[in-house]
């Protein structure tokens, strides 16, 4: 998104906290009109008022649930009575970390629908009318995990991988559209979703970073901008020796690994042969002749009352 003197109309999914809030009050204070989005009114409310004080040209609450196409639908169509939108921010999203078994099936719709689809549904909304104006940006949120897949966040890092995919292929597709496409992937960021997340050795970045990194992304419209040079620089070494590269996620998450549930190991038995009486599971040729089995023991055939009957005294 170039920087011009007019002020932007800006899009922002996931406002109400967070990466998305803090977002908001820093392009308020670029005087942008801001649309804000998320499910909870009162705390998008009380970031528009925020951002109004910030200097905001304007700034409107919109409640709206990226889960559910509908409300996305009914959501976008309040937007675009506000004006044309000139830039998306697709930042709605959230991550459980647990290991694969652990999370119910239901949670990792969930968040293969928030994280992935979600985005998908407000470009879906939005992008026709960049279209007609030939000019937008659309800047997805999506993490150094859908880059680098991690134990114990195996459906996030797979809906962020897929968002980077679905990002880089419709890029492809508005190529001279006038509309540019940005994956945004910040590591690790002091927030409320991100203090539900533990990453052992990984530096929590502070949430202000991130947020001049992703407007330093917004304004040169990238393919893909990582958050800190370190992370750029991983990403790097890590493209060419990627179990490298997920061999040094992988130990920031040992200590979940090792709290987590165990799958449970199939009895060992269950990979043989059920024994029959005439075939040994070792055997195979012909069946074996075997002498008929002694009767199943009971206590009085124990070696002890066996010895005792024998010896009396
Ligand atoms: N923090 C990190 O460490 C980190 C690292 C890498 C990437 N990211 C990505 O950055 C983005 C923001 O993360 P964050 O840490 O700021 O999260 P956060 O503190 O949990 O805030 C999430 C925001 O998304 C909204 N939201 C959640 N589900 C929604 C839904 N179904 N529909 C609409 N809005 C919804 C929430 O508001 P409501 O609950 O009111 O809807 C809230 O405003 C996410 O996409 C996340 O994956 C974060």
Redesign the pocket.
């Known amino acids: 998104m170039k920087r011009t003197s007019a002020p932007q109309r800006i899009v922002i ?9 803090a977002t908001a009050l820093a392009l308020a204070e670029r005087g942008a009109h801001l649309v804000l ?4 009114i009162d ?1 998008l409310e009380e970031v528009a008022a925020a951002a109004r004080s910030c200097g905001a040209a304007s700034a409107h609450a919109i409640v ?4 559910d196409d509908a409300s996305v639908r009914a959501g976008c169509r309040q937007v675009l009575e506000l004006g044309p939108v000139d830039a998306l921010i697709n ?5 459980e970390q647990k290991t694969f078994l652990a999370q119910a099936p239901e949670q990792c719709e969930y968040e293969t629908v ?2 992935f689809l ?1 985005p998908q549904r407000m470009v879906r909304a939005l992008l026709p009318s960049m279209l007609e104006r030939r000019t937008g940006t659309i800047l997805n ?4 995990l859908g880059a680098v897949p991690c134990p114990t966040t195996a459906t996030y890092s797979g809906a ?1 991988a897929a968002l980077n995919a679905w990002s880089h292929a419709l890029r492809g597709e508005l190529t001279d559209s006038g509309v540019r496409v940005v994956v945004f992937m ?4 002091d ?4 203090a539900r ?1 533990r990453f052992d050795g990984v530096y929590l970045l502070p949430l202000d970073y991130t947020v001049r990194e992703l407007l330093r992304a917004l304004d040169r419209a990238p393919r893909s901008y990582t958050t800190s040079p370190v992370f750029r620089m991983f990403l790097r070494v890590a493209a060419v020796f990627p179990v490298w590269g997920e061999r040094q996620v992988a130990r920031s998450t040992r200590a979940v690994l090792a709290s987590s549930p165990k799958p449970h190991a199939p009895p060992r038995t269950a990979h043989l042969p059920t024994p029959s009486p005439d075939r040994t599971p070792w055997s195979r040729g012909a069946p074996r002749r075997t002498e008929p089995s002694p009767p199943p023991s009971t206590c009085s055939d124990s070696p002890s009352e066996q010895t005792r009957a024998k010896h009396p005294s």
């Open positions: 999914t996931g406002a109400s906290r967070g990466i998305g809030r989005c998320a499910r909870g705390a709206l649930d990226v889960a930042n709605a999203g959230g991550c928030v994280n979600g949120v999506s993490s150094l962020k910040p590591s690790h960021t927030t409320e979703g991100g997340s």
